[in-house]
């Protein structure tokens, strides 16, 4: 049985105040968002006639050439960089990220092709939660009640050949640290997902690090977190941000090698732990 959330949260808060955005910025940041939202409503239409010929056709790669593509222009409209260290592996069923930013899915969706799970308050958001039904995402509630009903949808997109993505973290941090692990999800690992006796669920984690290339901006720049505004946030990143996000791929993790889901949840927490803490220290940077 889970621990309670509060177990697994980090109490942590930020003092945070609107960013000193100068007229400069203030027009090229404005500028910007008026731009991406301008063509992310010209690629609906395109986006969802390739959907429908996704279902009619089973020829996915270009309903997903577009949502990468759409990802990536987001990514240097937002002044970030992308560094990519290995690959998704052709095996892989299940992805685990931490946990950094409203960013994390521009990131991971510019590079591969994945189902991600998030907390049902997401389809609520304006813009975002529509962006997300879009894309095919699973909304979850955080209950206990509902683990085995969320469970089986995700056990059903998993059988039809997809990948899902999901935070065991639960919530967004500084980018400076990995939060415990909750290994509800990771039971998927041991259900039997594809109809055999003994299936084997391979599992790859992910590490996402924000570096902001300018000295004057606070190392957790990219973060949000807590009770910090996504719109501030937002404003904050696209009027002053300049920086370099890295995404490494892991090494496959199996369920046949671990007896249990916080077995396996531990071991993606510890390989993602190391890498954020070999990020900060050969950047010098304090966690």
């Known amino acids: 049985m889970e621990k309670p959330d509060d177990q697994y949260l980090w109490e942590a808060e930020k003092e945070e105040s609107p960013p000193e955005i100068s007229v400069r910025q203030g027009v090229v940041g404005f500028t910007k968002f008026l731009f991406f939202m301008s063509f992310t409503l010209s690629l609906i239409p395109f986006f969802l006639i390739l959907k429908i010929f996704y279902k009619w056709t089973d ?6 050439v577009v949502r990468k593509f759409w990802s990536r222009v987001g990514l240097k409209l937002c002044g970030l960089n992308l560094r990519v260290q290995g690959r998704l592996s052709s095996r892989v069923s299940m992805v685990v990220c931490n ?20 907390k049902s308050e997401v389809k609520t958001w304006p813009g975002f939660g529509f962006l997300a039904q879009l ?6 509630e955080r209950k206990p009640q509902k683990i ?12 039809m050949g997809n990948t899902i993505c999901f935070f065991p973290e639960g919530t967004s ?7 415990k692990f909750r290994s509800s999800f990771f039971q998927l690992a041991y259900n ?4 055999t006796c003994h299936p084997v669920i391979h599992i790859q ?11 004057d901006k606070d190392n957790d720049f990219y973060g949000w977190w807590g009770s910090m505004s996504l719109f501030t946030h937002m404003v904050k990143v696209l009027c002053q941000s300049s920086g370099t996000v890295t995404l490494k791929f892991h090494h496959l993790l199996s369920s046949s090698d671990y007896q249990n889901r916080k077995q396996l949840a531990s071991e993606a927490e510890k390989i993602i732990g190391d890498e954020v803490a070999y990020n900060i220290s050969t950047k010098n940077l304090k966690g």
């Open 59 to 64: 020829i996915k790669i270009p309903m997903l």
């Open 99 to 118: 946990h950094v930013s409203w960013l994390d899915i521009l990131v991971i969706q510019s590079v591969t092709d994945v189902v991600f799970v998030a």
């Open 135 to 140: 894309a095919d995402t699973l909304f979850v």
């Open 148 to 159: 085995g009903f969320h469970s089986k949808e995700a056990a059903k997109i998993m059988s």
């Open 173 to 179: 941090s500084d980018g400076l640290r990995v939060l």
């Open 192 to 195: 039997n997902v594809f109809g």
């Open 205 to 215: 984690p992910l590490s996402l690090f924000y570096a902001p290339h300018s000295v």
